[in-house]
């Protein structure tokens, strides 16, 4: 099956521009960038690993014959059901996918059948209504039929990355990622989430700002502002999951030799941030947090790089999807060092120099972090945390 669309992004003035056309068949994917394009003088490359600012036609052989740029910008297992709510089929290929939810996803990419405009956006929820957006995520959930008022409230558009249940709304100034809890959670996911990215800014990573809001009846949502849509200011998005661009998944032991990794995710920041060292130091202090908070889910599609459209600037997206795991304990998603993925204070030493930094001052790191984070229980329960999801918690948050 042939299918092709036509791909916009924001000009530093935050006008839509056409970028270029993608066509995807049953053997490949292709995409390139429209002359129009190539000829301003502010244009940026969608992917600067994968897809250079050229008149070149890229081709790409994976999976879904799609470019991971794309996919970015596309709906994710939840937004799945979402679309199956508002359509009686789901997309037949990854190109009709991008078409129903043109623009509503991750960063600022839209898609279109028409080359000179894309379709309008639908006007997002407001704060005000979280409850009934709670309600009809909880009805969607336990598969019920939605009535219509719930259909407009959870657009497909409202997804960003993940399974779990999650629309974006709006305040006057800013859109917010509104995650909710399921029922078969074993722990307040929202609760829990809120606290860690908590955490994470008393150790000095880059973290959005962060919400926690009751909805009554001891249910809670977690909200997160949305860093790739700042009002004003056009930020393009890439996950390191694009920015490696395969689908095979082997493991290596030696993480300096895996391409899908920290250490490779580091020589991207190396090659293309406008402040490449501050990002790897920040890198592997999220690594590292990653290993003592036992988040075990740091997969290539929660980290990416942003682009600031008005000045031109990559730099490392800040943190997001931080929660401890009761999965896959002692191995962490992504390769670490030159144990692979082990999630041990030697694997981590083994890699300080890629991030650059000495093992004196990755030691010093990771100590200082640790005594931190050995007081996680006063920071969760301070935030909320109930005493039997603490307890939950530690079977699991011991001692590295």
């Not at 409202?158 to 629309?167: C, H, T």
């Not at 395969?246 to 941030?273: C, F, G, K, N």
């Not at 039997?388 to 530690?394: T, V």
């Amino acid at each position: 099956m042939y299918s092709k669309a036509y791909v916009f992004s924001l000009s530093p003035q935050g006008n839509r521009e056409l970028v270029g056309k993608l066509s995807t068949s049953s053997l490949m994917g292709e995409f390139h960038y429209d002359p129009t394009w190539l000829d301003k003088p502010w244009a940026y490359p969608l992917d600067p690993v994968n897809l250079p600012l050229s008149p070149k036609r890229y081709h790409v052989n994976n999976l879904k014959n799609m470019f991971g740029v794309f996919s970015d910008a596309g709906p994710d297992s939840w937004g799945e059901r979402v679309l199956l709510q508002h359509h009686r089929s789901l997309p037949r290929n990854e190109t009709e996918r991008l078409l129903r939810l043109s623009g509503m996803g991750v960063g600022c990419l839209q898609f279109s059948l028409s080359r000179t405009r894309p379709k309008e956006m639908p006007a997002l929820a407001t704060i005000d209504r979280l409850s009934h957006l709670s309600s009809a995520t909880e009805n969607l959930l336990l598969k019920h039929q939605l009535t219509n008022d719930e259909l407009l409230l959870l657009d497909p558009g409202s997804s960003m990355g993940g399974a779990r249940p999650k629309v974006t709304v709006c305040d006057q100034e800013n859109e917010w990622l509104v995650k909710f809890s399921r029922p078969d959670d074993l722990i307040d996911i929202p609760k829990v989430e809120y606290a860690c990215m908590q955490l994470l800014s008393k150790l000095g990573i880059n973290v959005p700002e962060t919400k926690l809001m009751a909805l009554g009846q001891g249910k809670s949502a977690y909200m997160i502002k949305r860093f790739d849509r700042i009002i004003g200011h056009p930020i393009h998005f890439i996950s390191a999951h694009s920015l490696f661009n395969t689908d095979r998944v082997r493991l290596i032991q030696d993480a300096h030799h895996d391409p899908r990794s920290y250490i490779a995710l580091a020589r991207h920041l190396r090659a293309h941030s406008a402040h490449a060292s501050d990002d790897c130091s920040e890198l592997y202090s999220r690594m590292v947090a990653n290993v003592l908070l036992k988040n075990t889910d740091d997969h290539a599609r929660n980290h990416a790089m942003i682009l600031d459209i008005v000045t031109g600037k990559w730099r490392l997206a800040p943190a997001f999807d931080v929660l401890p795991s009761f999965s896959s304990p002692g191995e962490q998603a992504l390769g670490i060092g030159r144990y692979g993925r082990e999630s041990t204070i030697d694997n981590l030493l083994t890699a300080s120099s890629a991030f650059g930094l000495s093992n004196e001052q990755a030691l010093q790191r990771i100590h200082t972090m640790q005594a931190m984070i050995m007081e996680w229980e006063d920071y969760f329960s301070k935030c909320g945390v109930s005493a039997s999801d603490l307890k939950l918690l530690g079977k699991i948050m011991v001692k590295n």
